[in-house]
């Protein structure tokens, strides 16, 4: 059946409900493309200029529908990616076809879905399924879903599904229960609530080696317990998943290394008005869980069945953003000096509201806000050459792979300026986390003033700058926004990495830079755009560079290409 055809009978029979009953149809549409340009002064590191791909035109576009009627919910989703999906996005993506379906009863105490469905385990460090479509994720399952609630205080979930990769689904099955009792209900606790979460997530693939030494079945197992009393609050999840071949390089599995994987989380905080401090602990160990197993370590997170984010500050400043560290739940064996087998660490978060009047306040307080996060390998015994082997000590600190300490200060001076100042000082192992070569140490400045004309008229200018001792070196950066009204919007930016040193020349040197710029890879990520919105849609235009390198949400990250081009979106809800 075709997409317009299934869009006609939901039309259809919606008008036909809201005869006799109220029914709601509602979805939206989303569009992004992009031409891609030959740009003779971007090089890259093979002193290539970038070029458009074999199709320089590329869209990914979303039309998902909905249609409610009384404990009856459906909804469907066709996805066109013409004649490709954009540069960097998984290559299974291309065409025009239905994508995800379902159809939904709900009640207060029973929820059946059939189709495909999204669901989340607690943390989701065993079992997350979502989407995310700047980053090309799309992992829900098709199968079923069952959640009955026979208390305000019980909920039971299960699962079964295969999982989406491209518009099929992966060869496995996936089961799933879940179960959470919240005891603070059953006692009755007015201040205190407290929470018990068991889970059990079970991957079916048949193996194609002869004899495998694993079995078909790998069973994940996961117990968590939250706590929050007043201002106070402690959780903590422990994951289990049984013995499975271990996949170094992707689609090739190790019928010799045959290894369970763990997880621990704890999180404690407390937090009360202008006052707030939050800590995370977080060991992963052989964490990595993809419903087939080849496909362990792909760069575009298909067919990954976990939720493994990075625990740092999420940045939102782009030279803040260019080390930017990646979870390392994967076992790597390939020489003594890259070794691993998950991650130790966590970060700590400060926040506190300089009182109005105070000497440091002034008359509109200020706003403090304090990083700190750590990263290391686990620490242990690895054996690199045949058989391949290790063994890590639960606490022991290996290598580290990443620190940031990050300030953060928010101060409004009156009613029309705000200013942030921004200061990071960052660790960076390439070597461990990318697996190439070097260490950065890395000190990244941003300003920001905001001046506000009126209640929708305002002007925001950002000034950044990034020293480092290693990779393309230092950085500036520099970015105007204008918002003339509540509906339109203009912004231009430049990223310019001016102390790269990487050359192409032999006999380049830094004194005839400026007769022989393109001697160097030296350049210029500029960008100007704008956008409209009116109502419930939004229409952005944007013309300029893309800088190679991580594109991250939620802590979750994608490579992406340098490349060129002009680039339309368009969201529209209805």
């Known amino acids: ?16 409900s809201q005869e006799k009953e109220k029914a709601i149809f509602f979805g939206g549409f989303e569009s992004n493309s992009q031409w891609y340009l030959n740009d003779t002064g971007l090089l890259d590191e093979n002193k290539n200029p970038t070029s458009h791909p074999d199709n320089p035109l590329r869209s990914n576009s979303f039309l998902f529908l909905n249609y409610k009627y009384k404990n009856w919910s459906a909804g469907i989703q066709g996805e066109v990616y013409e004649k490709q999906a954009l540069y960097g996005l998984n290559p299974k993506y291309v065409g025009t076809n239905v994508a995800t379906y379902f159809v939904q009863y709900k009640t207060e105490k029973i929820d059946l879905t059939a189709g495909y469905f999204y669901e989340q385990f607690g943390s989701g460090l065993l079992f997350r399924s979502w989407e995310d479509r700047a980053l090309g994720i799309n992992n829900a399952l098709r199968g079923g879903r069952a959640i009955f609630k026979p208390t305000k205080y019980v909920t039971f979930k299960s699962i079964y599904g295969q999982q989406r990769t491209g518009f099929d689904v992966a060869n496995s099955k996936i089961y799933g229960l879940d ?27 048949k193996s194609n080696l002869e004899n495998p030494k694993f079995n ?6 996961a117990g968590r317990l ?64 993809f419903s087939e197993r080849g496909a362990k370590g792909n760069s575009y997170n298909d067919r990954i069945m976990n939720f493994i984010p990075s625990l740092t500050k999420q940045n939102h400043y782009n030279l803040a953003n260019i080390y930017v560290y990646q979870a390392q739940p994967n076992v790597i064996l390939a020489d003594k000096d890259l070794v691993k087998a998950g991650e130790i660490g966590g970060q700590l978060d400060l926040f506190y509201d300089v009182k109005k009047g105070s000497t440091l306040g002034g008359k509109n307080g200020m706003k403090l806000a304090f990083n700190f996060s750590n990263w290391n390998a ?3 015994t690895f054996y ?20 940031d300490y990050n300030l953060e200060v928010t101060k409004k001076w009156n009613s029309k300026w705000q200013s942030i100042f921004s200061y990071s000082n960052q660790y960076y192992n390439k070597k461990m986390i990318q697996e190439t070569f070097g260490e950065v140490n890395a000190n990244i400045v941003a300003v920001e003033a905001t001046y506000k004309f009126n209640a929708t008229k305002s002007i925001r200018v950002v000034g950044e700058h990034l020293w480092a001792d290693h990779d393309k070196k230092n950085w500036a950066g520099g970015t105007i926004e204008m918002n003339l009204n509540s509906k339109l919007s203009f912004y231009i930016s430049d990223l310019y990495n001016y102390g790269n040193e990487i050359n192409f020349n032999p006999n380049f040197s830094l004194s005839n830079i400026f007769n022989n710029p393109l001697d160097c890879l030296r350049n210029h990520y500029y960008n100007i755009g704008g956008a409209f919105r009116k109502n419930s849609t939004r229409i952005a235009l944007n013309y300029g560079r893309q800088r190679g390198g991580l594109v991250c949400v939620g802590g979750v990250c994608r490579v992406v290409p340098e490349s060129s081009g002009l680039s339309l979106s368009l969201n529209t809800s209805f």
């Open 226 to 289: 939250s706590l929050t009393h007043n201002s106070f609050y402690i959780s903590t999840e422990f994951d289990y998943k049984s013995k499975d071949a271990v996949v170094q390089v992707v689609d090739q599995i190790d019928n010799n290394l045959i290894k369970p994987g763990n997880a621990l989380l704890f999180n404690l905080g407390y937090s009360k008005k202008g006052f707030g401090i939050d800590g995370t602990f977080r060991r992963l160990e052989n964490m990595s869980f």
């Open 384 to 403: 690199i050459y045949n058989p391949q082997d290790y063994k890590t000590d639960f606490l022991g600190f290996g290598k580290r792979y990443f620190t």
């Open 179 to 205: 179960t959470e009792i919240i005891f603070s209900d059953i006692l009755k606790y007015n201040t205190t609530n407290l929470s018990l979460g068991l889970t059990y997530v079970g991957r079916d693939e």
């Open 378 to 380: 686990l620490g242990g």
């Open 1 to 16: 059946m075709k997409l317009y055809q299934i869009f006609f009978l939901i039309v259809s029979f919606t008008v036909l």
């Open 216 to 221: 078909s079945l790998t069973s994940g197992y």
